[in-house]
């Protein structure tokens, strides 16, 4: 109990830098990089082997965000544990920073692959869980996707071809918010029955609330699910979760909020606003 | 052709296990050595183009030398983001290997005949693109493309292409090749088409002209020396590609000269003129049909000479 409620709080911690990094940068996705803080926390900070220490090591877990677009929520998770100093975050956006909108694997110590262009990372995911696999390696791979990503033909290549090389070391995480940019997912192309389309492709499936700390730790410390499959989770979200106003409303996908709102967003996530400029 | 890359690849693969021969269900028969002899470097994606592009840029993130093959056009059109993102963004040591390119496939209609290769894959930073005419240059090029450490694009014709070069030969990547040299005209040529082109320069030699061909093996990096060269020697430049002249070898010919502008140079681009191949029957009947016969060729340098 001692350690969730400690991960809760780091995740508060993260969900106010990068309310903070986007508003101070002009723009960014807020609410799908709230809704996989819960994953990004439990992950970087209590399940893969990685760290700024051994992130050169050929046998350290690789992580990929291959719903490029959250990505602030994985440089807020990066600069707080020390892969690139925090004063990054201040220049996110602006001429001359590392970090953009979608992160770069050149410029930003800890990305292990650029993606921005959806159906990407997956399967450059599962490359990297062959390659391992061939080699004999320890290493694991985790990726998150999104939803509205499995829209994408070749997520569903890859999802062909994960359970045929027995990859047991790949573990996809599908943040399921149910919202895409223009509308709810399920009045735009639908997925479900989503887990049923996984299991029949050969993955082994569970579904955890993706924003419950405990959960998600029991479910990442059962992988493999099962020995010589690929693991799947469903990871049910809000899209926004942590702003009031945000959750579940697909406009926010990529909105700003005005003065008021930003006021009222910083209220609810303990932030101090001084003259506009969030402390 | 292809057989010649294929036994390069095996030798690769022996000598390194990071060696991959990477396939999207193509190379029935050809793949039988590699696949026996290497079975745990040897991966069939079936037919999942995209995939197989990011795959191989996720293993050669971890250390592997992917080889990718499968037709040209499923490689370079369909997986072109892949290969743009994946590969030449984040400079993956991948080898993409595009089979059948131009229209070798002769009886198969355009959805299989690679005739924009050239130019879609000249767009992208990072890559070099390899072109190679015969057998010969198809093994060393493979062998070149390995020592790189970065994202190839080699273009292959099929099998039984003639050969252009004899057994001397020396390959220099991104140095054009002066297959034979003259002085009133150049043309520059690249790929399968070169034998033909061969033999239409056979044909004006008997006629008393005087041509310089020079085949451009490397078509990213260019050879822009060898391009001012010609132009300064033979003020006359024809260029043949089995391919669209829009953006492959001729554009790249014509961006060189265009900026360096040589003076009273005449200039002309063959190939295909803004139109997809017509036509099925034997490799000599299409390329006949599109206007790439060796009398086609012929007729081209002397209408750009008389011209001059």
Redesign the interface.
């Known amino acids: 109990m001692e350690d969730i409620k400690t991960l809760e709080q780091k995740a508060l911690d993260l969900r106010r830098v990068i309310f903070k990094t986007i508003c101070n940068g002009g723009g960014g996705h807020i609410p799908a990089s709230f809704s996989i803080v819960e994953i990004l926390t439990v992950l970087y900070y209590r399940i893969m082997n990685i760290s700024a220490d051994n992130m050169n090591d050929?046998d350290r877990d690789r992580f990929i965000l291959s719903k490029g677009h959250a990505g602030v929520a994985l440089y807020a998770v990066l600069a707080d544990k020390g892969f690139f100093h925090k004063h990054h975050l201040d220049t996110f956006g602006k001429k001359g920073t590392i970090l953009g909108g979608h992160p770069d694997?050149?410029k930003v110590p800890g990305v292990?692959?650029?993606t921005?262009?959806l159906?990407?990372g997956?399967?450059?995911?599962?490359?990297?869980?062959?390659?391992?696999k061939?080699?004999g390696?320890s290493y694991r791979v985790f990726v998150v996707i999104g939803d509205g990503e499995c829209q994408e033909?070749?997520v569903w290549?890859?999802a062909?071809?994960a359970p045929k090389h027995n990859l047991d070391n790949l573990t996809v995480i599908v943040d399921y918010n149910k919202l895409q940019a223009m509308d709810r997912l399920d009045e735009i192309i639908p997925l479900e029955p989503f887990a049923d389309k996984w299991r029949a492709f050969g993955w082994e499936v569970r579904e955890v609330d993706g924003h419950n700390i405990g959960e998600l730790l029991k479910v990442f410390n059962l992988l493999p699910f099962k020995r010589g499959r690929p693991s799947l989770i469903i990871a049910h979200t809000i899209k926004g979760k942590g702003i009031s106003f945000m959750e579940g409303i697909p406009i926010w996908h990529y909105r700003m909020p005005n003065p008021d709102e930003m006021q009222q967003a910083c209220k609810e996530l303990g932030l101090k606003v001084v003259d506009g400029v969030i402390q | 052709m292809r057989n010649a890359y294929l036994e390069a690849l095996y030798d690769l693969a022996a000598d390194n296990k990071q060696i991959l021969a990477l396939v999207a269900d193509n190379g029935a028969i050809v793949y039988d050595k590699f696949r026996r002899d290497f079975p745990s470097q040897f991966i069939n994606f079936g037919i999942s183009e995209a995939n197989m592009v990011s795959v191989a840029a996720g293993m050669a993130s971890c250390g592997k030398i992917p080889f990718v093959y499968t037709i040209s056009c499923f490689i370079t059109y369909r997986a072109f983001e892949q290969v743009r993102n994946d590969v030449c963004l984040q400079k993956m040591n991948v080898k993409l290997v595009g089979i059948g390119v131009g229209f070798v496939y002769s009886n198969l209609g355009p959805t299989h005949h690679a005739t924009e290769d050239m130019a879609v894959m000249r767009s992208l930073p990072n890559i070099t693109i390899f072109s190679p005419a015969d057998r010969m240059e198809s093994r060393k090029i493979t062998m070149a493309a390995a020592e790189i450490d970065g994202p190839v694009y080699i273009r292959l014709a099929t099998g039984g292409s003639p050969d252009v070069y004899e057994e001397d030969y020396k390959f220099t990547p991104g140095r054009g090749v002066v297959l034979q040299d003259g002085s009133e005209l150049t043309i520059i040529t690249t790929g399968s088409i070169t034998h033909e082109v061969k033999r239409a320069v056979r044909e004006m030699s008997d006629l008393g002209i005087s041509v310089r061909l020079v085949n451009m093996h490397t078509l990213k990096p260019i050879d822009k020396d060898i391009i001012l060269e010609s132009a300064e020697k033979t003020k006359a430049i024809l260029t043949v590609e089995e391919h669209t002249i829009l953006g492959g070898l001729g554009g790249a010919v014509a961006e060189v000269l265009a900026e360096a502008r040589p003076s009273s140079v005449r200039f002309k681009r063959m190939g295909l003129d803004n139109h997809f191949p017509v036509g099925y029957g034997s490799y000599q009947d299409i390329k006949q049909m599109n206007g790439l016969s060796m009398e086609a060729i012929v007729e081209q340098a002397k209408e750009l000479m008389r011209n001059k």
């Open positions: 050929i694997m050149y292990e692959a650029s921005g262009a159906g990407h997956f399967p450059f995911g599962v490359g990297m869980s062959l390659a391992g061939m080699d390696r033909g070749s290549e890859a062909l071809f």
